[in-house]
């Protein structure tokens, strides 16, 4: 089982920045492909960004150049960096991992883009 708690979440104007951070449980994390999605009501869940064990990342074209994803696997961390944000952004926005049989989510943090 893995765990995953995000937080770093809050209201912000637009053009401001946020840095969201997902801890994850286990002493696998190192081998893990990270991800964060994206969900507004109503929609479905949308990937943001994907890191893999080696460090390549992905990104939706919504968010390129704006968006960074990174992690610490000396703390189990992934990051979310997103500047330069705009109303469209919001949502809550959740951490993912996967394994050969399980997909986990944490609970998710909401971003607010609202002047």
């Known amino acids: 089982q893995v765990q995953l708690v995000e937080s770093g979440g809050g209201l912000v104007q637009p053009g401001g920045s946020l840095r969201l951070s997902c801890a994850a449980s286990?002493?696998?994390?190192?081998?893990?492909?990270m991800a964060w999605y994206r969900q507004v009501a109503g929609k479905e869940r949308e990937l943001v960004a994907l890191?893999?064990?080696?460090?390549?990342?992905n990104y939706a074209s919504s968010v390129k150049g704006r968006f960074s994803i990174s992690r610490d696997n000396g703390q189990n961390t992934v990051y979310l960096q997103m500047n330069s944000l705009k109303p469209e952004d919001t949502a809550v926005y959740y951490c993912?991992?996967?394994?050969?049989?399980?997909?986990?989510w944490g609970k998710g943090t909401l971003v607010t883009v609202s002047s």
């Open positions: 993912n991992t996967k394994s050969v049989v399980n997909n986990y």
């Open positions: 890191i893999t064990p080696g460090g390549s990342t």
């Open positions: 286990g002493s696998a994390f190192r081998t893990y492909v």
